[in-house]
Every structure is written in structure tokens, then in C-alpha cells.
């Protein structure tokens, strides 16, 4: 028997905050009407945030990934990348992913682990036209397809994300998990008038990427979609597109690794989430509000190799976004 949901629905996406995408999301997880819903409002003109223990999130138990392994997927051929692009993408990516002071604000949610790790596999271009459009279903069915041709042999899936990079100007969208509908459901206020249920949000609208798990074998894996952020498509934060793919992929990972299970929706699978259903990377983001600089920044390595563009993520140990610091916090 199935044991139902009693924990908060976990989000599983980034966002832009006020954004379509971000009441679209928020919608579906809670089950109501679409429509505007509350949202912590977003600091004022302050740099920093006053601590908000209200936000600050719980373990429910469910899988969390110590030592992660990962790797890039470039969609669309070599055509549709530039080389630098990926080069930047997969060389930041992997140091932020590692630095230690990032991690040292991590450590708090690993259950007294005496530390973390994550290592880069390296990247892979999968051939093919780019798409125009991605879908959660898409995305589902080519980490399948990956699969079925062994292209994920002599990988740990059970602690593997597999990220997929879609290229300039593709767009992704993302369903509310749910079978189509064109007729009004529960989730419509009682007196509402019959209409046809917008169903799906894209990057067009504010979603950056999202993460979630298929059942392969015996076996659940892990995956990470986002776009190539600029113009209208995805989540602009910094000065260049690749920066602002390293920052969702940042977030998606680090959220991935604290509530993998995101996708089965029992309270024993789910892991590190508010009462707001809002993962790691969630809270920063729509506290930030519009000024995502507070949040979306270029922070430096531990090895004085450079900075790094990130997105800081929640900390209970502050109630608030952190990062990075010198030593994880005590009585983690």
C-alpha cells in the first residue's frame, strides 16, 4: 500500500521570484486554484537578511546523497555550443560543486557526516538538431534512452544526477505531474466557471530548470534539466549566459543531493524541506524577491583559483542564506 503524503509537496525547480512560473509551481504543489499565492515577502533595501527561523527546513528522512558523483549532458551536438561555454560551464561548476567553504554550509544537513563530497565525471555532447521545446516527459524519455544503450554503465546510479544543458534559445516547460485535463478538476474553487486548466509553465515565463528521478530498473536516477539563460528564457542573474547555467545547476544539484527522492511523493522519501514545501534553494530566492543579486553571486574559492557564480542556499544554522564560511557550524 502506498503510504500518502503527509509532509509538504517539495517544489523542485528554480524559479524567478513573482515570476508565472513561480505561481504556477507553487499552485500545483499546494492544489489550489491558480492564482496568486503568498509568498514571503522580500527584504528591503538591506544587503543582508534578519534571521526568519520560520522558514528553516526539516528533515523528513527520505534519501540524501553524501558523496555525489555527476555529469554534464550538452543536448543538441556540438553545433549548438560554443566551446568556451562549456568549458566554463564544466570547469565552474565542478569547483563550486567541491569548494570547501561552499560545503562547509552544507555539512549541517547530512546527518552528523563527518563531511561531504562530489565528483566530476566528464561532460558529453549527445548528437542531435536542438530541440525547440523540452519537457519534463522528453527530458525523461532521452535519460531512458541513455539507459537502454549503456551509456550510463560504470556510473553509481543511486548516487549519480545526470545533468542535462539545453542549448541558446530551447525551451523548457514543466507539467503539474498530473494527467492532461481541459475540464475544471478539484483544484478549482467551487463557483468558478468551467475553463480549459493551463497545465504547464516554461522558461519563457521564469523556470530556470527543475530536478526529479525515473525508475530504471531496480533502480531510481537522478537528473537536472535547465536552460540557457538570457534574454527572455530562464533566469538572468549575472553578465553572461554561462554564469547563469552554473548558478541553476548549482541550485539543482545541491537541492538534488538533500531531497533526491523529490518525484515519490510519500513523506518516508522526502528529505530536507520547509513547511512551505520550498527546498534549499527555494527560500533564498523568494526572499530576494526581483534583486536576485542578493542571492545570485560571484563568490570566491577556498584554493584562491578565482570566484565562482552561485546561488547561496538556505542554512538553518543562520536562518537565512549562507555562504560560504570557514568551518561548518557546530553540532551539525
Known sequence: MTTQLYAPRP???????????????????TGVHPGPVPVPHSEAIAPGFRPRPGLDMSDFGGKIIRDLVYTNFFVGGAGAWAASDMQNID???????????????????YRRAPGISTTFR???????????????TDVEHLLAGLQAQGKLNGFDVASTVFN?????????TIDDGQPARTTPTARHRPHDPPHEV????????????????????AQRAYYAVGVFSEGNNGIVAFDQPWKNVVATFYHELVEARTDADVEEQTRDKIGWVNARGEEIGDIPLSLAGANLSKVMKEVPLADGSGTVPIQL?????????EGPIAVPHPGH
Open 164 to 172: 542535462f544543458m539545453l542549448p541558446r534559445g530551447v525551451v523548457l
Open 313 to 321: 542556499m538556505w542554512s538553518n544554522a543562520v536562518h537565512g542564506p
Open 122 to 136: 566528464p561532460s558529453s555532447v549527445l548528437p542531435g538538431a536542438p530541440p525547440a521545446e523540452v519537457s519534463q
Open 198 to 217: 493551463d497545465e504547464k509553465s516554461s522558461s519563457l515565463e521564469g523556470l530556470g530548470g527543475f530536478h526529479g528521478s525515473i525508475q530504471v530498473g
Open 11 to 29: 517544489m523542485r525547480v528554480v524559479v524567478a521570484p513573482g515570476s508565472k512560473a513561480e505561481a504556477f509551481c507553487r499552485n500545483y504543489r
Open 91 to 109: 570547469s565552474h561548476l565542478s569547483k563550486a560543486m567541491s569548494d570547501v567553504r561552499l560545503n562547509n554550509v552544507l555539512v549541517q544537513y
